[in-house]
C-alpha cells in the first residue's frame, strides 16, 4: 500500500462503488479503476474485496448486471445503477456528510 492510499472505512465501499457506475454503466474492473481515479489513488479495491460487494449489491437490488465485451474483446460482465440504487446513493451521502462534519469538530477540538 503506498504513502497516500488508506483502508476503506466500514461501510465506504458499497456508497463507492454506487458513485464509480454512476450513471453509466461498467465491468468490474472498470469499477475499480474508477474508484481508484474519484478517490485521487486514495483507495484501491481489490477484486477479493470488490466482487462479492458487486454481488451483494446486486442481491440488495442496488445495482443491475448484464453480459457484455469489454474494450479488450473478452466477455465481462457490466452493472448499472438502479433506481434503488439511485435512493441508496442520497441516503449513504447524507449518513456520510454527517459522519465527516462529526469527525472534522472533533479533529478540530
Not at 504513502?3 to 465491468?27: C, F, P, Y
Not at 486514495?42 to 443491475?64: C, D, I, N, Y
Amino acid at each position: 500500500m503506498s504513502q497516500n492510499q488508506t483502508k476503506l472505512l466500514q461501510g465506504t465501499l458499497d456508497l463507492l462503488i454506487l458513485k464509480a457506475v454512476g450513471d453509466g454503466e461498467l465491468h468490474g474492473l472498470g469499477v475499480s479503476r474508477r474508484i481508484e481515479q474519484i478517490t485521487r489513488g486514495t483507495f484501491q479495491v481489490k477484486p477479493g474485496s470488490l466482487f462479492p460487494a458487486l454481488h451483494r449489491m446486486e442481491e440488495a437490488g442496488w445495482l443491475t448486471p448484464f453480459w457484455g465485451d469489454s474494450e479488450n474483446n473478452r466477455r465481462a460482465k457490466y452493472y448499472r445503477r438502479t433506481k434503488a440504487g439511485e435512493r441508496q446513493v442520497v441516503l449513504e451521502t447524507k449518513q456520510w456528510a454527517t459522519i465527516a462534519e462529526a469527525m472534522a469538530s472533533a479533529l478540530k477540538a
